[in-house]
């Protein structure tokens, strides 16, 4: 069964610092692997995905996250935060070849922004 | 392109009543799903509909169901509705199956 794991439930930096947001997921092989971004009283909005192909994904905003088959991983980063990138963001796997084509989220992570 | 549309945004209910929420996916997108987000359980997922058909369902009670129209428009029931089940209920729509999934804003139920 596929699953997600989110390291922290809040990361905090300053604007204009960098935002690394850690994800790891344990799938069959070859998972699809999503980034969404939550506003307050928003639904999920995607921010950027892996399907096949360049393991270096850039996404909207400014986002963009690097698939690492040997460290099952699927981090997000962006060089510099801005006051409007605080949210909650959701890393997600899927295994449209081998299991559940339905995606499996990890429990988020909340992103603060300081002035 | 229009986006997924949920409704009603919000909606308030009593312990033992039921209620209906209903979504309309992006125009040519077959696939729906609905999700429940707590804070507590985080997302999780409640059932696909595909052309009409259940394809897939959660681990969720029998109170919780669903149905898919001809236009692919959506709707879900929850009867007889328990303090537990407060939390937004997302729907997503996707073009196949296993295509990539685009969220709605979420229908906002609290029971009292």
């Known amino acids: 069964a596929q699953s997600v794991t989110q390291l922290g439930s809040h990361v905090s930096v300053s604007e204009g610092a960098l935002v690394l947001l850690r994800c790891n997921y344990s799938?069959?092989?070859?998972?699809?692997l999503f980034w969404y971004v939550q506003y307050p009283n928003q639904g999920l909005q995607l921010l950027l995905k892996?399907?096949?192909?360049?393991?270096l994904v850039k996404g909207i905003n400014g986002f963009e996250a690097e698939f690492k088959k040997s460290e099952t991983s699927f981090h997000l980063t962006k060089p510099s935060a801005h006051m409007s990138d605080a949210a909650e963001y959701f890393c997600?796997?899927?295994?449209?070849?081998?299991?559940?084509?339905?995606?499996?989220f990890g429990r988020g992570t909340s992103l603060i922004v300081h002035p | 392109k229009a986006g997924v549309t949920q409704t009603p945004r919000y909606l308030i209910k009593t312990r033992g009543q039921q209620v209906t929420l209903s979504c309309s996916p992006i125009?040519?997108?077959?696939?729906v799903s609905w999700y429940q987000q707590t804070p507590g359980q985080g997302l999780q997922f409640l059932f696909e509909y595909f052309s009409e058909t259940q394809r897939n369902k959660g681990n969720f009670p029998g109170r919780f169901s669903g149905r898919q129209f001809s236009n692919s428009r959506s709707e879900m029931n929850v009867s007889t509705l328990e303090l537990g089940d407060s939390a937004l209920y997302l729907c997503?729509?996707?073009?196949?199956?296993?295509?990539?999934?685009?969220f709605g804003p979420g229908t906002r139920l609290t029971v009292l």
């Open positions: 125009s040519g997108h077959r696939s």
């Open positions: 997600a796997v899927s295994d449209p070849f081998g299991g559940s084509y339905i995606p499996t």
């Open positions: 997503a729509s996707s073009y196949r199956d296993k295509d990539t999934q685009y």
């Open positions: 799938s069959s092989v070859p998972p699809y």
């Open positions: 892996y399907t096949t192909g360049a393991t």
